[in-house]
């Protein structure tokens, strides 16, 4: 399994990114992606979650109040490809995001409790000047 983060980069207060997280190694369909973010001395959180099964697609929300409405979660099953759409950019903003892999069923429903993700990336990172 090997997931790469990519998109991150330095960005002014009010900006805009797009974060692009490509899978390889497993079937892509069957599973869920989250993004995840770890700012300076802070723990890691969820930010938005999406995943498919039986033609359906699943998300969680954004976790965080701060980001609602700015960042937006998106797939693209044709590349294997899971995008974070970053709108409206602030410096508290400003962390390593990494994208992670996590399996959910019925029974195993997708959370954003980062224990279901089993596979991470390396993460990229984003800063934003003020």
């Known amino acids: 399994v090997q997931l790469r983060a990519s998109g991150g980069g330095l960005v002014q207060a009010g900006g805009s990114l797009r974060l692009s997280c490509a899978a390889s190694?497993?079937?892509?369909?069957?599973?869920?992606i989250g993004w995840f973010r770890q700012a300076p001395g802070k723990e890691r959180e969820c930010l938005s979650c999406i995943g498919s099964s039986d033609g359906s697609t699943y998300y969680v929300d954004p976790v965080k109040d701060s980001v609602k409405g700015r960042f937006t979660i998106s797939r693209d099953s044709a590349k294997d490809t899971v995008y974070l759409q970053m709108n409206s950019l602030q410096p508290e903003d400003t962390a390593v995001y990494y994208c992670?892999?996590?399996?959910?069923?019925?029974?195993?429903?997708?959370?954003?409790?980062?224990?279901?993700?089993?596979?991470w990336g390396q993460g990229t990172l984003v800063t934003v000047s003020s």
């Open positions: 190694g497993f079937t892509f369909d069957d599973y869920a």
């Open positions: 992670a892999v996590a399996s959910f069923s019925r029974a195993n429903p997708l959370t954003a409790d980062e224990n279901q993700y089993d596979y």
